[in-house]
């Protein structure tokens, strides 16, 4: 009998898993499209209480991959006595660090716990959202889509955050001020920047850039109350890395999550000191990862008031969910198949017959030699799979 082990690092179930979530974002993409063009000109309150459900129906599927397949956990560091009164009740802009491949993952598995995961929404380039599923569903879902202009972005953002702040729901910002994510290489030249503009140096972060929570900041100001500081970590020498890769095999990885609320008439109100205020805060942030790294502990070292941490319990509906869309995206397609082998059809495409096909390619196929290709390929590929 096939292994647990065995199955969850099968090739072929990763494709079925690919296959069923590229096709419901499709899907879900296609419903948002009707209701984005059809409803929200009348209705913008009730066209994004039925978004929250299609966008979270479509990202609570790697949820589903973190925590039912892989196992992944999490220690979740914050305010008891603020977790129960604000998390999932209030809008909220959240500035994380971009150090790991699967931050944003962790920061929607934890969104799930507090119930906003299908209204949290981040600031993107705008190529992205003519990339299907994801894109599509990000531009219905109304993203904040940048192009590095920054008098097309500040209206682009005025515009957004408007929106934002209009929803009949919580909604969650994301904002990663490093622009990218942290390599060597970046984390050299953004040091070589900080030393000409003589802004701190940072040893675990790239420089932040300013402008775009600046901008953001006069706009939200009286409408979001907090801001969430968002500070992701996984142990140095975990035995497994924490990657997409590592999840998709099955293989679990247990991150750390500091997040701190910070109401925003706390942050100034004149640009340059709001810079300030953000360029201060990811000392903070670098002082911290700089302990977890070095003891395994967010506060030793960093000089942070200490905040236990609690596990949360993951929800059911991200596995309900993935389930029922890997039978409605999978099932037509291996009732097809059946049909084909039941028929005898498929035995005309076994590896033995294609191979026939191939030698014979010059008196059988010469005027097809594109068909020939084809069939090579698709002869490599059960070959793969028989």
């Given at each position: 009998?096939?292994?647990?082990?065995?199955?969850?690092?099968?090739t072929?179930?990763?494709?079925c898993?690919?296959?069923?979530?590229?096709?419901?974002?499709?899907?879900?993409?296609?419903?948002?499209?009707?209701?984005?063009?059809?409803?929200k000109?009348?209705?913008?309150?009730?066209?994004?209480?039925?978004?929250?459900?299609?966008?979270?129906?479509?990202?609570?599927?790697?949820?589903?991959?973190?925590?039912?397949w892989s196992?992944?956990?999490?220690?979740?560091?914050?305010?008891?006595?603020?977790?129960?009164?604000?998390?999932?009740?209030?809008?909220?802009?959240?500035?994380?660090?971009?150090?790991?491949?699967?931050d944003?993952?962790?920061?929607?598995?934890?969104?799930?716990?507090?119930?906003?995961?299908?209204?949290?929404?981040?600031?993107?380039?705008?190529?992205?959202?003519?990339?299907?599923?994801?894109?599509?569903?990000?531009k219905?879902?109304?993203?904040?889509?940048?192009?590095?202009?920054f008098?097309?972005?500040k209206?682009?953002?005025?515009?957004?955050?408007?929106?934002?702040?209009?929803?009949?729901?919580?909604?969650?910002?994301?904002?990663?001020?490093?622009?990218?994510?942290?390599?060597?290489?970046?984390?050299?030249?953004?040091?070589?920047?900080?030393?000409e503009?003589?802004?701190?140096?940072?040893k675990?972060?790239?420089?932040?850039?300013?402008?775009?929570?600046?901008?953001?900041?006069?706009?939200?100001?009286?409408?979001?109350?907090?801001?969430?500081?968002i500070?992701?970590?996984?142990?140095?020498?975990?035995k497994?890395?924490?990657?997409?890769?590592?999840?998709?095999?099955?293989?679990?990885?247990?991150?750390?999550?500091?997040?701190q609320r910070?109401?925003?008439e706390?942050?100034?109100?004149?640009e340059?000191?709001?810079?300030k205020?953000?360029?201060?805060?990811?000392?903070?942030k670098?002082?911290?990862?700089?302990?977890?790294?070095?003891?395994?502990d967010?506060?030793?070292?960093?000089?942070?008031?200490?905040?236990?941490?609690?596990?949360?319990?993951?929800?059911?509906?991200?596995?309900?969910?993935?389930?029922?869309?890997?039978?409605?995206?999978l099932?037509?397609?291996?009732?097809?198949?059946?049909g084909?082998l039941?028929?005898?059809k498929?035995?005309?495409?076994?590896?033995a017959?294609?191979?026939?096909?191939?030698?014979n390619?010059?008196?059988?196929?010469?005027?097809?030699?594109?068909k020939?290709?084809?069939?090579?390929?698709?002869?490599?590929i059960?070959?793969?799979?028989?």
């Amino acid at each position: 009998m096939i292994s647990l082990k065995i199955f969850k690092q099968s090739t072929i179930v990763h494709l079925c898993f690919a296959i069923s979530y590229f096709t419901s974002g499709l899907i879900l993409s296609l419903i948002q499209a009707v209701l984005y063009f059809g409803l929200k000109p009348f209705n913008k309150t009730l066209y994004r209480k039925i978004n929250y459900y299609l966008a979270y129906s479509f990202y609570s599927q790697l949820v589903f991959m973190a925590e039912w397949w892989s196992g992944t956990t999490m220690s979740v560091y914050i305010k008891k006595d603020e977790y129960e009164k604000f998390y999932g009740k209030e809008h909220g802009y959240l500035i994380m660090n971009h150090s790991y491949e699967i931050d944003w993952l962790m920061g929607w598995q934890f969104c799930d716990g507090i119930q906003v995961l299908g209204n949290c929404k981040a600031y993107a380039k705008k190529s992205i959202q003519y990339l299907p599923p994801i894109g599509w569903m990000w531009k219905f879902s109304e993203f904040v889509f940048l192009e590095r202009s920054f008098e097309k972005d500040k209206e682009t953002i005025k515009k957004q955050i408007s929106e934002i702040c209009d929803y009949p729901d919580p909604v969650w910002l994301l904002l990663t001020p490093e622009g990218t994510r942290y390599t060597a290489k970046k984390h050299e030249a953004s040091l070589k920047f900080a030393k000409e503009k003589n802004l701190p140096l940072l040893k675990h972060h790239l420089t932040p850039r300013t402008r775009g929570f600046t901008t953001s900041l006069q706009f939200f100001r009286g409408k979001i109350p907090a801001i969430y500081n968002i500070q992701l970590a996984f142990e140095k020498d975990a035995k497994t890395p924490p990657t997409l890769t590592s999840l998709l095999y099955g293989k679990p990885v247990h991150a750390h999550l500091l997040i701190q609320r910070i109401p925003v008439e706390s942050v100034p109100e004149d640009e340059n000191e709001a810079a300030k205020w953000m360029h201060d805060l990811f000392v903070t942030k670098d002082k911290m990862q700089d302990s977890f790294l070095n003891t395994g502990d967010f506060f030793l070292e960093s000089g942070v008031e200490r905040i236990e941490s609690f596990s949360m319990h993951r929800r059911i509906y991200s596995l309900i969910n993935t389930l029922g869309w890997v039978v409605v995206t999978l099932t037509p397609m291996l009732y097809y198949l059946l049909g084909l082998l039941l028929s005898g059809k498929l035995l005309l495409y076994t590896p033995a017959k294609i191979d026939w096909h191939v030698q014979n390619q010059p008196r059988i196929l010469l005027r097809n030699r594109k068909k020939v290709k084809y069939l090579s390929v698709f002869n490599k590929i059960l070959c793969t799979i028989l």
